[in-house]
């Protein structure tokens, strides 16, 4: 009689016939879905939903004072609602048989034979339970094809061992159905057959704070018939753990509500799937920037980390340096971004960066620094010798020893020329020695260049007569040594005496 009563618990047609309409339920819903599917590129993911919705069976296995190889059926269905990459949070609930046969054993012999008495001994028995929970999933591979994830949480189980309901027992409570808080905790796989249909599989472990899922809290027992009887207690007793329970349960999972955005990028599915972008990654490319940022306001490539192959990411351009992505030269300068602000640490933004009127790339062809206004240091701007034609490299271009500054400037003799006036001598030589105008030949004017009276006759070239005897240094046939106006060659400027 027992055993017939069991066979029926284990196989209602209410319950297959609820597990058969819900199957044919989901499954007409995946033939739909598939029938809409769009194929993205490079996906990593397929499950495309927020709220998952599963339900299944399986089998369950009973564990404490009677322990065997004895599994029964078991119904299962949740909902999931996602709430971060890798989490989701959902409610579950179970419902099924614990079957085991009640035996005894010797370090419960005692209790045994006081509860069940001593004909109750190895007895097929079953404890029907329903559980409710709430729980955690952690993703460990979400956005894939095949995902594993954890779980774990707390709920409540109402349960009736047979026993309970047979009646008959030393201690038994005066309802039959009991109820308790239980842990689940487990491991769950899940492979997506579409983007909207999957198959998942869960091994748990429910963790009971009860001893009598099995009708025989062993300790209570004890405990209670030493109150009544005054007998002692065995202190070799073994102490009763609580009883739990494992679930594998496998069943369809199907994702509804369906997020339009499922990267959150700013791009709906649609559009990434128009630009052949990775709709479950916002950032296709892996280059810090999002899709939608980068289609949308870069017009860079969702597809390159270096969309102008400048040698800087895109996202050092835009976020670092404040460059275009798209262009491989953001200040056209000349001079690559990536060159800029690695090799010359210019500014990639300017074209001119010390503002000196040459152009970045400008100034590294011609060999001056484009962070100094005046490389040579002459005091002219690196631009303005180029555009007076003196050399910036050079604070001295024609090397007559005055710096192209002091000649532009303060001389206003010719930078590219060590002789303005072609005198003979050099500018230095007539501004800081001689004092005579570099930009006049013959300086006095008295016919005789320069360098003729300094070098060639000694004269002054400050002085039309060197000798001031009245006659000019270039007819003055001893221009250093004056006239002696005595009536005797007094024309020849010499001072010559009658013999």
């Not at 993205?40 to 009973?62: N, V």
């Not at 099995?214 to 609580?242: C, H, I, L």
């Not at 620094?369 to 003196?390: L, Q, W």
Request: glycine fraction near 8%; hydrophobic fraction near 30%.
């Amino acid at each position: 009689m027992i055993r017939t009563r069991l066979h029926q618990f284990m196989m209602p047609e209410s319950g297959i016939t609820s597990i058969f309409l819900v199957t044919i339920t989901l499954l007409t819903a995946s033939v739909e879905v598939l029938a809409q599917d769009i194929i993205y590129p490079g996906r990593p993911r397929y499950s495309e939903g927020q709220l998952a919705i599963t339900a299944g069976g399986g089998i369950a296995k009973y564990n404490g004072e009677f322990s065997d190889g004895k599994v029964d059926a078991n119904y299962w269905a949740s909902a999931s609602w996602t709430i971060g990459p890798y989490l989701r949070f959902g409610l579950q609930a179970e419902k099924g048989l614990l079957s085991y046969n009640r035996r005894w054993r010797r370090n419960t012999q005692s209790a045994f034979e006081v509860q069940f008495g001593h004909d109750g001994n190895q007895v097929d028995r079953s404890t029907e339970f329903q559980s409710f929970s709430g729980l955690f999933y952690l993703d460990l591979l979400p956005a894939r094809y095949f995902n594993v994830y954890f779980l774990g949480g707390a709920g409540r189980m109402w349960y009736t061992p047979e026993d309970y309901k047979v009646g008959g027992l030393y201690l038994m409570p005066e309802e039959a159905e009991q109820q308790t808080w239980i842990f689940p905790a487990g491991l769950g796989f899940e492979a997506s057959i579409s983007r909207r249909l999957a198959f998942a599989a869960e091994v748990r472990t429910n963790l009971s704070l009860t001893g009598d899922l099995d009708a025989f809290p062993s300790d209570e027992v004890r405990d209670t018939y030493a109150v009544r009887t005054g007998a002692p207690r065995n202190p070799n007793a073994a102490e009763t753990a609580n009883d739990f329970h494992f679930s594998l349960t496998a069943g369809l999972r199907i994702y509804l509500f369906p997020d339009t955005d499922i990267d959150g990028d700013g791009l709906t599915n649609d559009e990434e799937a128009r630009h052949n972008t990775n709709p479950y990654d916002q950032d296709t490319d892996g280059d810090g920037l999002s899709d939608w940022y980068e289609l949308t306001q870069l017009k860079s490539s969702p597809f390159l980390i270096d969309t102008d192959n400048d040698g800087l990411t895109d996202y050092e351009e835009v976020v670092k340096y404040h460059t275009r992505s798209d262009t491989l030269d953001t200040d056209r300068d000349n001079l690559s971004d990536a060159n800029e602000v690695q090799t010359f640490f210019t500014n990639p933004l300017m074209s001119d960066t010390d503002h000196d009127g040459l152009p970045d790339g400008e100034e590294i062809l011609l060999g001056t620094n484009p962070n100094m206004v005046d490389t040579d240091g002459d005091g002219i701007p690196d631009g303005k010798e180029i555009e007076y034609g003196t050399s910036p490299l050079l604070p001295d271009t024609d090397g007559d020893g005055l710096s192209d500054d002091y000649e532009l400037f303060t001389a206003q003799t010719d930078a590219l020329k060590a002789d303005t006036d072609a005198d003979g001598l050099t500018d230095f030589e007539e501004v800081m020695i001689e004092r005579t105008n570099p930009l006049k030949a013959d300086t006095d004017g008295d016919t005789l260049n320069d360098f003729h009276e300094l070098r060639v006759i000694f004269t002054n070239p400050l002085s039309q007569d060197t000798d001031g005897d009245g006659f000019r240094d270039d007819v003055d046939k001893c221009p250093r040594l004056p006239e002696a106006f005595n009536g005797f060659q007094d024309s020849d400027g010499c001072p010559d005496k009658r013999e």
